[in-house]
């Protein structure tokens, strides 16, 4: 059934054809009427990652370039899965549905296994652009070998450290290249007055209370921790099963022990946490590369002059280096058939996000307009200094794009500092030491009902081992109540859909 915003403007468009086709009879001419049909017309549900809905001046030049006529539900991203899940139980998905991350796809499975989703996968050889899609990103999406979703592309590992440079200049430190050596910055950044004021008012490492985007995941595969899940005795098996797991805990507990980390960071915001960093107060953050630049403007505001500097590279104890990845995508469009009822309805769509595929269009919906919201050097986009303006007219549209800059042709980032550059080509590097999740293709329907609430007891126990609050025996009991709980049933589940 056509959802009710699509019935009114179908009602319109038929009462306009109408007074069309009378004043046609009194001699009114068709040439150079312009507009799209009513199967042009269409609604996206996209995530809005800023305070205000932006205006419509990037959204009428795509549909301009397109020849189609967009609806964009805007929906804030802290309402976002709240949001989509309510429309989906009430049957009112509009026609071209974004994810908000890989979790929200697997919650999705039953009812894309249920076919309540068109697979695109057989029409997408139909399209020059989309036909360009990766297919080691596509193969991680598709479900029983079908393919039902477009994804926007993202770096596979933007993962590694940054720190104050100016300190380690003071105290004679180059950058980490081992566990050992990163260790030793995090105690001299606590211990040795890194910043010379003669007070100890400083600390190593500023973390969150977040085992994955927070510092310990990335840490924990230096120490060569499979992502997510590995392969041990034969089948496949939890990462916090594994020794490398064990290891990372006790280089975390040594860190709090002697007062190298923020002794509250199980509970610390990732607000709080960059605060730490910007205002001179730790040296160390773990954690996407790219955030160098933001961390770096706001606090030059603070100290003109303070300087940052990135690493990766940093070898565990079996002087081998790896990174965790993701699947290739940030978020994934999906075609609901409760609002997409032809075939030739999802022909039009996919049309759409084929020509959103192209240099043009690409660059229109991530950068904006050109000499208005960035300007080309050496090939490259240079975003505005006016920050306020690009996030309220152009960065809300970055979340209906499809690719990434080798499939879909847009500009690569070119920036001012020297630093964020760097971060770029260390984060291109990561990808040839990436340490992959083997349960993304796989489907565990406990995993799906139950891993959030499973997941829980291990990060406790995780925290808790940290600071001291559990012993071996102690995460080991965790482990166990994770299987008895349902984790046992995960564990069978994966490895039997392999």
Known sequence: MLNRKKWELTTILLLSLLVFVGCSGDGASSEGTGGSGAGDSFTIMANLHTPEVPNDKILEKIEEETNKDIEIQWVPDNNYEDRLNTAFATNSLPEAVFLKNQSSFIQFRDAIEDEQFWEVGQYLDEFENLSKLKDTVLDNTRINGK??????????SSQGLIYRKDWADNLGLEAPTTTDEFMEMAR?????????NGENDTFGLTDRSDLIYGAFKTVSSWFGTPNNWGEKDGQLQ???MFDEYKQTMDFFKEMYDNGYINQDFPVTSKTDQQEFFKNGTAGMYVGSMGDVVSINNDAVAINPD???DVQNKIKGPDGEFGVWSIPGYGSLVMFPKSAVETEEELLN???FFDQMMTPEIANLSY????????EVEDDRALPSDDKTLTDREVKPYMSIGIGEPETNGRFESKFDYDIKEKAEELTKGNEEYLIEDPTVPLYSETYVDD???LQEIITDATYNYIIGQIDEAGFADAIENWKSQGGDAIIEEFNASE
């Open 367 to 374: 950068w904006g307009i050109e000499g208005e919201h960035y």
């Open 188 to 196: 001299a950044f606590t211990e040795d007055d890194p910043d010379g």
């Open 451 to 453: 891993g959030a609430r």
């Open 238 to 240: 939890p990462e916090f």
């Open 306 to 308: 303070v300087e940052f």
């Open 349 to 351: 769509i996919l049309d």
């Open 147 to 156: 393919l039902y979703t477009l994804y926007q592309g993202r770096p596979l």
